[in-house]
């Protein structure tokens, strides 16, 4: 049953009616075309890209997109990493489930955590003991050497103004043999020092690139009657020139780390290729996740190494990644404690076998 209108209903209707469409005109007017996809646009954001109308070009909005971008990845992160490290198996679900607003992308974080570990590498072999200066390395500046000279000058002519057998003057006497003392043997003392860190950091790459050498000589031994060619000149290359290939694998390492994630793809399918309700989606954001967490571990040894707790750091490298693997495989793929374990067994031997391949590839790369 259509319900009766009176003469005023209709009227205000036909005017709610233009009302609308001469506001719709007038936003159309103002705003105009999409700047990225050209396509007709009322409001703040375009309906069919999401770009938003305000088209700016001035550095301080800039200055305001780089803020926004870095306090937003943080955010994400703070949720990411926890979530992470104490919860992996439940992350790794939430994100394969859909729930992505809330964490940052696994490949991202890889990225991004392995642009931060190669950094922290790049600092603890520079020499950074722990990212401090010890007292004692400290070059004594010119003012400071003024200050003692000085101080010795007054001290001197305090004791011409006592007796030479006084109390008095074998005391300034004392101080002034210290001061002559600190200021003869800070330089020599400084430059030991710096001689020690120096000769011990070219003992450490003397030792790789003896260790380099001698591996590439067993190689070009064994191979030398049924190798190619372009291998033996590889392996005399390497024997001849170990430092250059050490320094091109340290510079090789950060891109070759990309290789890690799918390498493990393969044998992530093979543990689950009973179980069609995993896909390789499942696997990739798996085996990034883990990566994340390790890069993470490795992060923290290092730090801890600087710190001389190479101790600790080694023990953390041996027994946290099983421990993690299991929680993330367990809570990921939602298994019992016994397919759980055989499958992380399997894991940490794919992990030893990726490791290899990617140490193997990076040698090959740099000889």
């Known amino acids: 049953m259509i319900p009766e209108t009176t003469p005023d209903t209709d009227v205000a209707a036909a005017a709610i009616i233009a009302t609308g469409l001469t506001v719709d005109k007038k936003t159309e007017a103002e705003h105009g075309s999409c700047a990225n996809c050209h396509q007709p646009v009322i409001g703040a954001y375009c309906h069919h890209c999401g770009q938003s109308t305000h088209i700016h070009r001035s550095l301080l909005h800039m200055a305001e997109e780089l803020l926004h971008g870095l306090f937003h990845f943080e955010t994400k992160a703070w949720r990411t990493i926890p979530a992470l490290i104490i919860?992996?198996?439940?992350?790794?679900?939430?994100?394969?489930?859909?729930?992505?607003?809330?964490?940052?992308s696994p490949l991202a974080l890889y990225l991004f955590l392995l642009f931060l570990m190669f950094f922290i590498f790049s600092l603890n072999s520079a020499g950074l003991d722990g990212f401090e200066v010890k007292e004692d390395s400290k070059p004594m500046s010119a003012e400071q050497k003024a200050s003692i000279q000085k101080e010795v000058a007054e001290l001197r002519q305090k004791e011409k103004q006592l007796k030479a057998d006084s109390e008095g003057a074998k005391e300034l006497k004392k101080d002034i043999i210290e001061l002559e003392?600190?200021?003869?043997?800070?330089?020599?003392?400084?430059?030991?020092?710096?001689?020690?860190?120096?000769?011990?950091?070219?003992?450490?790459?003397?030792?790789?690139?003896?260790?380099?050498?001698?591996?590439?000589?067993?190689?070009?031994?064994?191979?030398?009657?049924?190798?190619?060619?372009?291998?033996?000149?590889?392996?005399?290359?390497?024997?001849?020139?170990?430092?250059?290939?050490?320094?091109?694998?340290?510079?090789?390492?950060?891109?070759?780390?990309?290789?890690l994630p799918p390498l493990a793809l393969p044998f992530l399918w093979l543990m689950f290729v009973f179980r069609k309700k995993f896909v390789m989606f499942d696997h990739a954001v798996f085996s990034l996740y883990s990566l994340c967490f390790m890069v993470c571990l490795m992060i923290a040894c290092s730090l801890?190494?600087?710190?001389?707790?190479?101790?600790?750091?080694?023990?953390?490298?041996?027994?946290?990644?099983?421990?993690?693997?299991?929680?993330?495989?367990?809570?990921?793929?939602?298994?019992?404690?016994?397919?759980?374990?055989?499958?992380?067994?399997?894991?940490?031997v794919v992990a030893v076998i990726s490791i290899g391949v990617y140490v193997l590839s990076l040698l090959a790369a740099s000889m």
């Open 87 to 104: 919860h992996p198996g439940r992350l790794t679900r939430d994100y394969i489930e859909g729930k992505r607003t809330r964490f940052v």
């Open 181 to 259: 003392k600190s200021l003869a043997t800070a330089p020599a003392s400084q430059a030991k020092a710096t001689a020690k860190q120096i000769n011990e950091k070219q003992e450490k790459d003397q030792s790789a690139a003896d260790g380099l050498k001698d591996l590439a000589i067993e190689l070009e031994k064994s191979t030398e009657k049924n190798a190619p060619t372009w291998l033996t000149s590889r392996l005399r290359h390497a024997s001849d020139n170990p430092e250059l290939v050490i320094y091109k694998m340290k510079s090789g390492a950060s891109k070759f780390a990309l290789l």
């Open 304 to 348: 801890l190494s600087a710190i001389n707790l190479s101790g600790l750091a080694i023990t953390l490298l041996i027994c946290v990644p099983p421990a993690h693997m299991y929680a993330q495989v367990k809570g990921t793929y939602q298994l019992t404690h016994i397919e759980t374990i055989w499958r992380v067994i399997l894991l940490i």
